[in-house]
């Protein structure tokens, strides 16, 4: 009878600190790790969400870069951080292509964190060198198929979304070209723009301002409905059905956070998304927010996108590191 009062007591004062914590949160500043350098596109959305959430709670957010091992030294730091909401995990889409390209990851991508939400979408534009003989998709699929040897397709690092969106793209139309790794997409877009290699997929927040200078010639657009800041660009999937393919960011906090901690963080980060002053930062950079979403849905999408992606990297014969 004793032990089972004592029990009883403890897992009331363990209810009672969860919640306390709960209603304290956040109590101090909170961080965001971005598991990739500074500079970079989710660099720039995870600070202006950041900024927007930490005005709505009252607090800083301070956005920390761990950049190394494709994302996964941030990520690893995160899983092991206390499950107090003051530790948030950019995640991204790494978090999904990583399980399948890294061989002793130190978390479990599903396992170890809890989803808050999606913010945003990167979508990625199929580009071309200005004076590349292909002018649109049916063209250059012909082109291609009967100069495969001319063709170099960059992209900005193994496992990269534009590594992976090219390599599912060049699957479906049944082609092999010459592939060529950079280590970034600053690097494979500059070659690109200076002719080294014909074309390559990349982001829209880091093509839109070469393709509206006139530098790159977009072919497609990796969405299922045209871009607004796009507009005449077709969709791959109008000739590639069922084609789909985004860049993704989203925050996710490590297993075991309280879940009223959780759903504060969804409901001001859905918040700040819809604040059309961000909505319009988003629009400016070439990026697409998502709308309101929980962390449930979030869930679904990553484990959804793991499935995805690890089917191409296998497919692609893409030896785990």
């Known amino acids: 009878m004793f032990f089972k009062a004592f029990i009883a007591i403890a897992c009331t004062g363990f209810v009672v600190a969860t919640s306390a914590q709960a209603q304290e949160f956040p109590s101090k500043y909170v961080t965001l790790m971005m598991p990739y ?65 890294y061989r002793n990851l130190r978390y479990e991508p599903i396992k170890d964190f809890e989803p808050i939400g999606m913010i945003a979408e990167s979508p990625m534009a199929f580009i071309a060198r200005k004076d590349f003989p292909a002018g649109n998709f049916n063209d250059f699929v012909a082109y291609v198929k009967t100069n495969r040897e ?15 969106c090219g390599l599912l793209f060049l699957n479906a139309i049944e082609v092999t070209v010459t592939v060529v790794p950079y280590k970034g997409t600053t690097p494979a877009v500059t070659d690109l723009v200076a002719g080294q290699v014909q074309v390559m997929f990349d982001v829209t927040p880091t093509s839109l301002p070469h393709i509206k200078a006139g530098k790159l010639r977009p072919l497609g657009v990796t969405t299922t409905e045209p871009l607004p800041f ?26 075991g956070t309280p879940p ?50 690890t089917k191409v990297i296998k497919f692609a014969g893409i030896k785990p590191q």
Do not use: C
């Open 37 to 101: 350098a500074a500079g970079g596109p989710g660099d720039t959305l995870t600070r202006i969400i950041g900024q927007g959430t930490g005005k709505v709670l009252g607090r800083l957010f301070l956005v920390e870069n761990v950049a190394g091992a494709g994302g996964t030294l941030g990520t690893a730091k995160v899983a092991a951080s206390a499950p107090d909401g003051h530790s948030l995990l950019v995640m991204h889409f790494g978090h999904a292509a990583n399980t399948a390209l």
């Open 150 to 164: 001319k063709v170099v397709h960059g992209h900005a690092g193994v496992g990269s979304a534009s590594h992976l």
């Open 260 to 309: 009223e901690i959780i759903a504060t963080l969804n409901k001001q980060t859905n918040a700040a998304v819809l604040d059309p002053n961000i909505q319009q930062r988003f629009a400016d950079l070439g990026v697409v927010a998502v709308p309101p979403n929980s962390p449930e849905e979030f869930a679904k999408f990553i484990a959804e996108n793991i499935d995805k992606w």
């Open 230 to 255: 796009l507009p005449d660009v077709p969709t791959i999937d109008s000739f590639v059905k069922g084609y789909e393919a985004a860049a993704w960011i989203g925050f996710g906090v490590p297993k």
